[in-house]
């Protein structure tokens, strides 16, 4: 058996303002959905970037409790260049969400950045440096 990856999912408290964020990031969102209890967004490749309401996981986990206290997962998201890196940051910052990281050169060969999106979930951006 081949192992895919189909889905990552956010548990959210705000569902119209996780739907704002990742819509201002670039992830295709149908519009009318702001109120749903759950959403799909198909990203390029395939997988499927998914939301449920705290409600809507509570139905089949009546225990279910959100975690607090920093991320233990991050969404990375290819910008593809560098300065798509620094543009759609500050792009974020500027419309209020949360910066994080603020763009920089990592060891690995990256420009990097990291945001918080409504939920306080790390979004990394990252694209590689051109080579010197």
Known sequence: MTLRLGFIGIVTNDMAASLAFY???GVPIEP??????????????GVALAWD????????DPTFVPASGGHRIALAFDQGSPAAVDAT???LVDAGYAGHVEPWDAV????????????GNSVDLYAALAAN
């Open 53 to 60: 309401t705290v409600e809507t996981i509570r139905g089949f």
């Open 32 to 45: 009318g959905q702001d109120d749903a209890p759950h959403v799909d967004a198909l990203l390029d490749g």
């Open 23 to 25: 819509r201002a990031l």
């Open 108 to 119: 690995w060969g990256q420009r990097y950045a990291t945001l918080l999106d409504p939920d």
């Open 89 to 91: 940051f500050a792009s």
